[in-house]
């Protein structure tokens, strides 16, 4: 393992009287042949911060943070990151993510055993250049197994965001966690519910996009299995998991609605991915109150916004992942008129091409069908129509301005919604784009606006 980490990082190990250990994923990742784009390097030692910090100083690493009652310090040097802990043993209140006491040791297996898996608690001696594997961690990757580092009780009743790293992990790696660890976690899901939502959402990214990590096909997809199979995700997303069970046509879906959303995801661009595994979660509620599935989209809507609220979603990922979710039943039959298709392009152009995205990846999980859409063939004919015939596609590419608009008559409080209407009169009528024309078509829109 020596080969592939940075010659700095060696050079300290050299410098330090002390051994300094890798730990983690990078050590997961070598004895995996899982390599990411870019590495984290965790290092540690058992000695406290000061004392490693003043070694790692001397040799030119820059001190970006130090964190004494945690024993953490983090360092950059020649472009590399790297984060310090002092071995360690912790103490928790259940539930709550930060430890209540930490006590420092010189003790590689109490420094173990404060982690979370055995896959992740596997150290490598830079110096020595050897492995040193206190709880059979190289085992364990070996057998591609997911194993708490004490009883799986404990773990996650210590940290309640282990159980969404427990996903994250599984979806990342493709490894799967022993029966014990899903016990564990169900009889712990609770504990998310103390979890912050910024914390939540943040490790909820990361298992969306959980594939990219290592190129696991459809890792994220195996995340958000491991995340329904512990409770998990009834915690965080109580609306979706209510699909379970419920069938649809079987004509068009083979699947219930939930395992149907998760499939949705699972077949999604990376881009959208939160908008596919939400975008049927109006049904569960229309099929209770109502007994159908009719409206879905709208009602599916406003959860969405709410769920987003909840989990303190970005604003703009909120807003997209709200309209993505409004519109993914538009023109589902394939039986609108191509003017209307192309009035709907124009005016949501700014999420177009992923609405398509979404259309793609729902019409995927219907039957786990990975030919085209029909609707895409559809709509893409029609986008590349409007892009030989010159449509303007936002207002800058209107041949007339505002202000020309406002010379010829039209008020100004209403030049803006009559620009709006221009562009979708030439989404559907291309050769309107003209200057003489586009004035004498607003000055009847401002009429129908009056009226």
């Given at each position: 393992m020596?080969?592939i980490?940075?010659k700095?990082l060696?050079?300290?190990?050299?410098?330090?009287?002390?051994p300094?250990y890798?730990?983690?994923g990078?050590?997961?990742?070598y004895?995996s042949?899982?390599?990411p784009?870019?590495?984290d390097?965790d290092i540690?030692a058992?000695?406290l911060?000061?004392?490693?910090?003043?070694?790692?100083?001397?040799l030119?690493?820059?001190?970006?943070a130090?964190?004494?009652?945690?024993g953490?310090?983090?360092?950059?040097a020649?472009?590399?990151?790297?984060?310090?802990?002092?071995?360690?043993?912790d103490?928790?209140?259940?539930?709550v993510?930060?430890?209540?006491?930490?006590?420092?040791?010189?003790d590689?297996?109490l420094?173990?055993?404060?982690?979370?898996?055995t896959?992740n608690?596997v150290?490598?001696d830079?110096k020595a250049e050897k492995?040193?594997?206190?709880?059979?961690?190289?085992?364990?990757?070996k057998?591609?197994?997911?194993?708490t580092?004490a009883?799986?009780?404990?773990?996650f009743?210590?940290?309640?965001l282990?159980?969404?790293?427990?996903?994250?992990?599984?979806?990342?790696t493709?490894?799967?966690?022993?029966?014990?660890c899903i016990e564990?976690?169900?009889?712990?899901?609770?504990l998310?519910?103390?979890?912050?939502?910024?914390?939540?959402?943040?490790?909820l990214?990361h298992?969306?996009?959980?594939?990219?990590?290592?190129?696991?096909?459809?890792?994220h997809y195996?995340?958000?299995?491991?995340?329904?199979?512990?409770?998990v995700?009834?915690?965080?997303?109580?609306?979706l998991?209510?699909?379970?069970?419920?069938?649809?046509?079987?004509?068009?879906?083979i699947?219930?609605?939930?395992?149907?959303?998760?499939?949705?995801?699972?077949?999604?661009a990376?881009?959208?991915?939160l908008a596919a595994?939400?975008?049927?979660?109006?049904?569960?509620?229309?099929?209770?109150?109502?007994?159908?599935?009719?409206?879905h989209?709208t009602?599916?809507?406003?959860i969405?916004?709410e769920i987003?609220s909840?989990?303190?979603?970005?604003?703009k990922l909120?807003?997209?992942?709200?309209r993505l979710?409004?519109?993914h039943?538009y023109?589902v039959?394939?039986k609108?008129r191509e003017?209307k298709?192309?009035?709907?392009?124009v005016?949501?152009?700014d999420i177009?091409?992923?609405?398509?995205e979404?259309?793609?990846?729902?019409?995927?999980?219907?039957?786990?069908?990975?030919?085209?859409?029909?609707?895409?063939t559809k709509w893409?004919?029609?986008?590349?129509?409007?892009v030989?015939?010159?449509?303007p596609?936002?207002l800058?590419?209107?041949?007339v301005?505002?202000?020309?608009?406002?010379a010829?008559?039209?008020?100004k409080?209403?030049?803006?919604?009559?620009?709006?209407r221009?562009l979708?009169?030439c989404?559907a009528?291309?050769?309107?784009n003209e200057?003489n024309?586009?004035?004498?078509?607003?000055?009847?829109?401002?009429?129908?606006?009056?009226?």
């Amino acid at each position: 393992m020596i080969e592939i980490l940075p010659k700095k990082l060696t050079e300290l190990a050299q410098s330090c009287p002390f051994p300094l250990y890798v730990v983690g994923g990078t050590c997961r990742e070598y004895l995996s042949s899982s390599f990411p784009l870019k590495p984290d390097y965790d290092i540690c030692a058992p000695v406290l911060p000061e004392e490693f910090a003043a070694v790692a100083e001397k040799l030119g690493f820059t001190q970006c943070a130090v964190y004494k009652n945690t024993g953490t310090v983090k360092l950059k040097a020649d472009g590399e990151e790297y984060e310090f802990t002092s071995f360690r043993s912790d103490k928790y209140v259940r539930g709550v993510h930060t430890p209540a006491k930490i006590y420092f040791t010189d003790d590689i297996e109490l420094d173990a055993r404060r982690r979370d898996f055995t896959c992740n608690a596997v150290y490598y001696d830079v110096k020595a250049e050897k492995f040193v594997d206190p709880l059979g961690g190289i085992e364990d990757i070996k057998r591609k197994a997911v194993r708490t580092v004490a009883p799986a009780e404990k773990v996650f009743g210590e940290d309640g965001l282990r159980l969404m790293r427990l996903a994250r992990v599984c979806g990342a790696t493709g490894f799967r966690p022993d029966e014990e660890c899903i016990e564990g976690a169900k009889a712990n899901c609770r504990l998310l519910r103390d979890i912050s939502a910024e914390r939540i959402f943040g490790e909820l990214r990361h298992i969306l996009h959980a594939d990219s990590k290592y190129g696991v096909k459809y890792g994220h997809y195996a995340a958000l299995c491991v995340m329904r199979d512990t409770g998990v995700l009834n915690i965080v997303f109580p609306e979706l998991s209510l699909g379970a069970g419920m069938n649809q046509r079987q004509d068009f879906r083979i699947h219930d609605v939930l395992e149907h959303s998760l499939r949705c995801a699972m077949y999604a661009a990376d881009d959208i991915r939160l908008a596919a595994l939400l975008h049927d979660v109006g049904k569960p509620y229309c099929k209770i109150t109502t007994g159908t599935y009719h409206n879905h989209e709208t009602e599916g809507a406003r959860i969405v916004g709410e769920i987003c609220s909840r989990l303190k979603v970005p604003k703009k990922l909120a807003e997209e992942t709200v309209r993505l979710t409004e519109l993914h039943m538009y023109d589902v039959d394939c039986k609108a008129r191509e003017s209307k298709i192309r009035r709907m392009i124009v005016s949501n152009r700014d999420i177009f091409f992923k609405l398509a995205e979404l259309k793609q990846a729902d019409y995927s999980a219907c039957r786990d069908d990975l030919s085209e859409a029909p609707v895409i063939t559809k709509w893409r004919e029609i986008y590349n129509d409007m892009v030989a015939e010159g449509v303007p596609f936002n207002l800058r590419e209107l041949k007339v301005r505002g202000d020309e608009l406002i010379a010829a008559g039209i008020p100004k409080d209403k030049c803006g919604k009559v620009l709006d209407r221009l562009l979708l009169e030439c989404a559907a009528l291309p050769q309107l784009n003209e200057r003489n024309k586009l004035i004498i078509t607003a000055k009847r829109v401002v009429r129908e606006i009056a009226d």
